[in-house]
């Protein structure tokens, strides 16, 4: 089993939509989980780190649920610059290091 | 200012060459790291500094050697490389690990492009 596993996609939406992604990891020691986004021959970008209570950051929410180890993204109200690979990351317990999911394709359509 | 710089931007070599790549960063940052990248892949972990000392070394084959000249400056040497090392290598610098355990966000630099022939 993969430790941080993800939907590849793609996901194709309209402008507009609302869209989720989900990851599960498997090592219930993790402890720090984010989500960051890669545009095409880019460098990964932080969206967004995971808090236990859940957080928001405008169109962007990211839940955390401990018990099942999944992580959730939803974008609301979609737009065409949010086309773009999202990737899970997940600390590895007990290590200095971040393990990277292999990502969700998301392109939104006008 | 999040910035992370590396250069060069591309790298053209032959098998028997020998180039660096590099690494700065101007946030304070005393965690800095190596990943290797190929197409539709995520990021792959290579080496983590902390303090200027390599803390993580993820099996990593010895034609890539690493050195952190200070806390700003982190290099990537590249000696007797192969076609399959190809690939699009990243670094990236955080705060260092708090009481706890947790490590903080990453930061990546853009990158450098790496063709082996």
């Known amino acids: 089993r993969k430790e941080v596993e993800q939907d590849p996609g793609p996901f194709n939406v309209p402008e507009g939509a609302t869209v989720a992604f989900n990851c599960t990891y498997s090592?219930?020691?993790?402890?720090?989980f984010f989500w960051y986004r890669q545009d095409c021959r880019k460098e990964p970008k932080l969206l967004m780190s995971?808090?236990?209570s859940g957080n928001e950051d405008g169109r962007f929410t990211a839940q955390l649920n401990r018990a099942s180890q999944y992580i959730s993204l939803l974008i609301r109200d979609s737009k065409l610059s949010d086309s773009a690979t999202y990737l899970c990351?997940?600390?590895?317990?007990?290590?200095?290091?971040?393990?990277f999911g292999s990502g969700t394709r998301l392109q939104v359509q006008p | 200012d999040t910035e992370v710089t590396q250069t060069p931007k591309h790298l053209v070599m032959g098998m028997t060459n020998k180039k660096s790549l590099k690494c700065e960063q101007h946030?304070?940052?005393?965690?800095m790291y190596w990943y290797k990248q190929k197409a539709k892949k995520p990021p792959e972990l290579m080496f983590v500094?902390?303090?200027?000392?390599?803390?993580i070394n993820e099996s990593v084959p010895s034609r890539f050697s690493p050195e952190c000249p200070n806390s700003s400056l982190l290099n990537l040497h590249l000696h007797a490389l192969q076609p399959e090392d190809s690939a699009l290598y990243l670094c990236?610098?955080?705060?260092?690990f708090g009481v706890g355990g947790g490590p903080y966000e990453q930061y990546f630099g853009p990158g450098t492009r790496l063709t082996v022939t």
């Open positions: 990236a610098s955080s705060q260092e």
């Open positions: 090592n219930s020691a993790s402890q720090s």
């Open positions: 990351v997940v600390n590895k317990a007990g290590r200095r290091a971040l393990t």
């Open positions: 995971v808090y236990s």
């Open positions: 500094y902390s303090y200027e000392k390599l803390s």
């Open positions: 946030m304070g940052h005393r965690a």
